[in-house]
Nanobody, 124 residues
Framework: QVQLVESGGGLVQAGGSLRLSCKTS????????AGWFRQAPGKEREIVAG????????YYANSVKGRFTISRDNAKNTVNLQMNSLKHEDTAVYYC?????????????????WGQGTQVTVSS
């Protein structure tokens, strides 16, 4: 089992930045590939970014490429999402997830463990 707890969400103006963190415990974190997903009201959950066990390769949704950066620190059991140049359409609940596969998947079905989510609201 892996427990994941997200933090760092909040309210920010368009053009601003936020840094989300996901602290993990339980199963040794380095055995997880990790991902960040988001879900806006009335929409399906979608992949934002993913990172392999060793940190590379990474994956980004087209909508966030060049603005978001995913990283991990296996020694600290954390995975982070740096979000810059935020847009109103980035508003959503953001979830951290772990898969026991070596590479991050791009759908919810690829992941085995999930955090509770953190709200990100971008005002226009």
């Amino acid at each position: 089992q892996v427990q994941l707890v997200e933090s760092g969400g909040g309210l920010v103006q368009a053009g601003g930045s936020l840094r989300l963190s996901c602290k993990t415990s339980g199963r040794t974190f380095y055995t997880c590939a990790a991902g960040w997903f988001r879900q806006a009201p009335g929409k399906e959950r979608e992949i934002v970014a993913g990172i392999s066990r060793g940190g590379v390769p990474t994956y980004y949704a087209n909508s966030v490429k060049g603005r978001f950066t995913i990283s991990r620190d296996n020694a600290k059991n954390t995975v982070n999402l740096q979000m810059n140049s935020l847009k109103h359409e980035d508003t959503a609940v953001y979830y951290c997830a772990c898969t026991t596969s070596s590479s991050p998947g791009t759908t919810s079905w690829d992941y085995d463990f999930w955090g509770q989510g953190t709200q990100v609201t971008v005002s226009s």
